[in-house]
C-alpha cells in the first residue's frame, strides 16, 4: 500500500516537472514575440499590460520599443520583466493563466495596430 502511494506521489512529481518544462518553453516563446513586437513598434507607440502584476500592485506596465515601461522609473529588459512575472505566480496553474493574458495582449495590440495601419 505504501509503495503504491510512493509510486503515485513520485508519478505526480513527474507530471509536475513536465508541466514546469512546458512552462519555461511557453515563456520563451511569449518572451521572443514580445521582443519581436517591440522592436517593430514606433517611438511614441506603446500597450498597456492591464491585469500584468510584477510585484507590487498598482503599478502601470507599457510595452514600447524601449521594452517594459514603468512610469517613473527604469525600463525592464523584455525577457526579465516575463520571466520575474512568471516566476511572481508561483504555481503551474497562475503561471499557466499568466502566459495566456500575455498572449492575449500581444494578440490585442497587433489586431490593433493591423487595424490602423494604412
Do not use: W
Not at 500581444?106 to 495596430?113: G, H, I, T, V
Request: charged share 25%; aromatic share 8%.
Amino acid at each position: 500500500m505504501i509503495s503504491e502511494l510512493f509510486e503515485c506521489i513520485n508519478d505526480l512529481t513527474k507530471k509536475i516537472d513536465h508541466i514546469e518544462n512546458d512552462i519555461q518553453n511557453a515563456s520563451t516563446i511569449v518572451i521572443k514575440e514580445y521582443r519581436n513586437t517591440s522592436e517593430k513598434m514606433i517611438d511614441n507607440q506603446s500597450y498597456f499590460l492591464s491585469g500584468i502584476q510584477y510585484g507590487i500592485p498598482g503599478k502601470s506596465y507599457l510595452l514600447t520599443s524601449k521594452g517594459i515601461e514603468v512610469l517613473g522609473e527604469e525600463t525592464i529588459e523584455i525577457g526579465v520583466f516575463i520571466n520575474d512575472v512568471i516566476n511572481y505566480a508561483n504555481n503551474p496553474t497562475r503561471k499557466i493563466e499568466v502566459l495566456k493574458d500575455l498572449a492575449t495582449h500581444l494578440q490585442k495590440f497587433l489586431e490593433s495596430k493591423n487595424n490602423t495601419s494604412p
